[in-house]
């Protein structure tokens, strides 16, 4: 029973798996037969639409094609119209050009017979010439002297008078547009003036700081002095120090120390000495500031930092008590107002009246005057050749250019400006002095006054010795001499006097 069971159990086994493997089998002909059906379908709309597109690009391609041929049928009407104008213009062209040519014979022409009828002139002119010199005696040149000379005997006084009035006439127009010309740069730059003082004040928070500067037998202050090379002057002025020295450098450094100094409190000759070099450096940096500063201000580039800083020093550079840096921005301002009103080209003329003092930046340091001195530097650092020449020239009495003749009347401008400068006493009665020993060092001179603050000397002479064509040409000499011998800013005058007398008594 056992073994029937497991045989019939078989059986069944096998004829689920037949009957199963039989419905699967139907099953998956069927979806196999719908997968073919959609992908048959799939693939006749593609063809479909494959020969859509195929359609819709051959007719583009045709429009493409029909529109190239349309534009190169425009650019070929174009290019055979340019072709026949430019024909005809090459026609017209060549024409002009024959005209040209034979116009340019026909005045060749002109100019070789005009040539000829000079040489026959000059031929007539010089057989003239050679008969009167036959008939006279005398050659050209001789009867030439001669005739001068007879009407300089005869016409002394007409020469002198004529002489006059043409240097006269010349002198007030040309004064005259100088005038215009000067009047205009000095209204259009005006700056104010501080005169620059010989001492620098340092404020003090008490009286008993004076004794601790001053230090034990006076060892702080002798240090300070020392190595600043300034002079302290303590007073009874309460909380007050006078710092006493020429060389405004010199005074900074020694009013920087000196503050630093006060706000430590340690006041003493090794911190002396630390802060010194201290104000040194900052005022190095503050030097080469105020050389950039000063160089924005008047729009012009330099090449190096090192021509900045020297630059920079004029700041602590002073002439007659005027600040030389101040000096350099306005005469580089007035040039270039000038040379523009002349015809110069302004921004070299600017560049000209700014650098036209640099040497005084180092005079104190180094052998020779300022104006050698300032063209070592320009050429040095490359500058033009003309701005170097600017800065050698600007005090001589001829200068050699327009651009050296345009700086020194700015330079005359700014520095007799009222109130730029400053003379002691002493200073301004020698000057006043030497101008009247130049005038009285000619023969025929009785007495000679500078008035004006010398802005004009007056000459007496001895009507006996002089005359009146004389008088005229002692003037100028004593001009010339005093342009040689004296330094001075703007013009000094020379008038000379001569006059005559005749006095008698009724008795």
Do not use: W
Not at 232 to 260: G, H, N, Q, W, Y
Not at 363 to 377: K, L, N
Not at 477 to 495: C, N, S
Request: proline share 2%; with cysteine.
């Amino acid at each position: 029973m056992e073994y029937l069971s497991y045989v019939l159990y078989l059986i069944f086994a096998a004829g689920g798996f037949f009957i199963g493997y039989f419905f699967y089998k139907k099953s998956a002909s069927s979806k196999i037969g719908n997968a073919a059906e959609k992908a048959d379908k799939i693939v006749s709309e593609a063809k479909i639409k494959e020969k859509d597109l195929l359609l819709k690009a051959q007719d583009k391609a045709l429009g493409i094609i029909e529109e190239s041929k349309k534009e190169e049928a425009n650019r070929r009407n174009e290019i055979n119209s340019l072709q026949k104008r430019l024909e005809q213009r090459e026609t017209s062209f060549s024409q002009k050009l024959l005209d040209l040519q034979e116009k340019q014979q026909k005045l060749f022409d002109k100019v070789n017979e005009v040539q000829e009828i000079k040489e026959r002139i000059k031929k007539i002119k010089e057989e003239q010439d050679a008969k009167l010199e036959f008939i006279s005696g005398l050659s050209a040149a001789e009867a030439k002297d001669l005739l001068l000379k007879n009407v300089e005997e005869k016409s002394a006084d007409d020469l002198m008078i004529r002489i006059n009035k043409l240097e006269n006439n010349a002198e007030e127009s040309l004064g005259e547009k100088a005038k215009n010309i000067m009047a205009l740069a000095m209204q259009r730059m005006v700056s104010s003036y501080t005169v620059e003082l010989t001492t620098t004040t340092v404020d003090l928070p008490n009286d008993e700081m004076k004794g601790r500067i001053i230090g034990k037998e006076g060892r702080n202050i002798k240090t300070i002095e020392k190595l600043t090379g300034c002079e302290l002057i303590i007073d009874e002025t309460p909380e007050l120090i006078l710092i006493s020295s020429f060389s405004p450098i010199r005074r900074r450094v020694c009013a920087v120390a000196l503050e630093k100094l006060i706000k430590d409190g340690r006041i003493q000759p090794a911190k002396i000495e630390e802060f010194i070099e201290e104000a040194k450096k900052e005022l190095a940096i503050d030097i080469k500031k105020a050389g950039q500063e000063s160089l924005n201000r008047v729009g012009i580039v330099v090449p190096d930092d090192k021509l900045v800083s020297i630059i920079g020093r004029l700041k602590y550079r002073t002439s007659y008590g005027q600040n030389v840096l101040n000096h350099s921005e306005e005469v580089a301002f007035i040039s270039a107002l000038i040379a523009e009103e002349i015809g110069v080209d302004p921004a070299k003329a600017k560049k000209a009246g700014y650098f036209h003092d640099i040497g005084k930046a180092v005079d104190h340091e180094s052998e020779g005057a300022h104006t050698q001195i300032g063209e070592t530097i320009l050429k040095k650092f490359s500058m033009d050749a003309d701005l170097a020449e600017v800065a050698l020239t600007h005090h001589d009495t001829n200068p050699p250019s327009v651009l050296t003749k345009i700086v020194m009347a700015a330079d005359a401008i700014s520095s007799s400006r009222v109130g730029a400068r400053r003379d002691s006493i002493e200073q301004y009665v020698a000057r006043l002095n030497e101008l009247e020993g130049t005038a009285k060092s000619f023969p025929g001179v009785e007495k000679a006054y500078a008035i004006q603050a010398g802005r004009e000397i007056r000459v007496f002479i001895n009507p006996s010795e002089v005359d009146d064509y004389q008088s005229y040409n002692l003037a100028k000499d004593i001009a010339r001499k005093i342009e040689a011998e004296h330094q001075y800013p703007g013009e000094i005058k020379v008038m000379v006097i001569r006059e005559n007398r005749a006095i008698e008594y009724a008795r």
